[in-house]
T-cell receptor, first 118, second 111 residues
Framework: NAGVMQNPRHLVRRRGQEARLRCSPM?????VYWYRQLPEEGLKFMVY????????ESGMPKERFSAEFPKEGPSILRIQQVVRGDSAAYFC????????????????FGPGTRLTVL | KQEVTQIPAALSVPEGENLVLNCSFT??????LQWFRQDPGKGLTSLLL?????REQTSGRLNASLDKSSGRSTLYIAASQPGDSATYLC??????????FGAGTQVVVTP
């Protein structure tokens, strides 16, 4: 059972370009979370998605950032018109269950995508 | 708003000593608490998950305790090894599985 996969592992973009980060959750996992780790800072929650639904995007910047998790295929985090401040490591995590009616399951993290904006 | 604090920020010990890493959180209404390990330039590895109804969890040389009422968790690593050198993160989980991370404790175990 492959773990959470993210690609690319490293991405370099010039200011104003678009960045597309992909995340394939573990088999059987239908809950995906995106986190961002800025240089010298801790990990911060960005968005929580289930298949075809955005459940919580309270950590997403209001502009330029969007995320989706289609019925088929990986989850995509899209950053339009990137700026230098977007340079960070972006991690995706997946879980089998989420809280609400049942206790939350362990979240498994991918290796991350390191975005560098020149 | 949940705030998670980890003390100390950095720790250096000789091989063989026991490690004690502390984590505190301000909102006791958590669903669980997870401890992770992060190696430089790498992703996170889940070490232990303690459900909100549990007091502790053990895996090999690792033991984590949870006291929800006081908002504290402690990770113990027995008989430390150089391979334990990494950054250790604790994170609380809300009802939707959203993780709130502490800033981490950077551990160095010297041979």
């Amino acid at each position: 059972n492959a773990g959470v996969m993210q690609n690319p592992r490293h991405l370099v973009r010039r200011r104003g370009q678009e960045a597309r980060l992909r995340c394939s959750p573990m088999k059987g996992h239908s809950h995906v979370y995106w986190y961002r780790q800025l240089p010298e800072e801790g990990l911060k929650f960005m968005v929580y998605l289930q298949k075809e639904n955005i459940i919580d995007e309270s950590g997403m910047p209001k502009e330029r950032f969007s995320a989706e998790f289609p019925k088929e295929g990986p989850s995509i985090l899209r950053i339009q018109q990137v700026v230098r401040g977007d340079s960070a490591a972006y991690f995706c995590a997946s879980s089998q269950l989420a809280g609400g009616l049942v206790d939350t399951d362990t979240q498994y993290f991918g290796p991350g995508t390191r975005l560098t904006v020149l | 708003k949940q705030e998670v604090t980890q003390i100390p920020a950095a720790l250096s010990v000789p091989e063989g000593e026991n490690l004690v890493l502390n984590c505190s959180f301000t909102d006791s209404a958590i669903y669980n608490l997870q401890w992770f390990r992060q190696d430089p330039g790498k992703g996170l590895t889940s070490l232990l998950l303690i459900q909100s109804s549990q007091r502790e969890q053990t895996s090999g040389r690792l033991n984590a305790s949870l006291d929800k009422s006081s908002g504290r968790s402690t990770l113990y690593i027995a008989a430390s090894q150089p391979g334990d050198s990494a950054t250790y993160l604790c994170a609380t989980t809300d009802s939707w599985g959203k993780l709130q991370f502490g800033a981490g404790t950077q551990v160095v175990v010297t041979p």
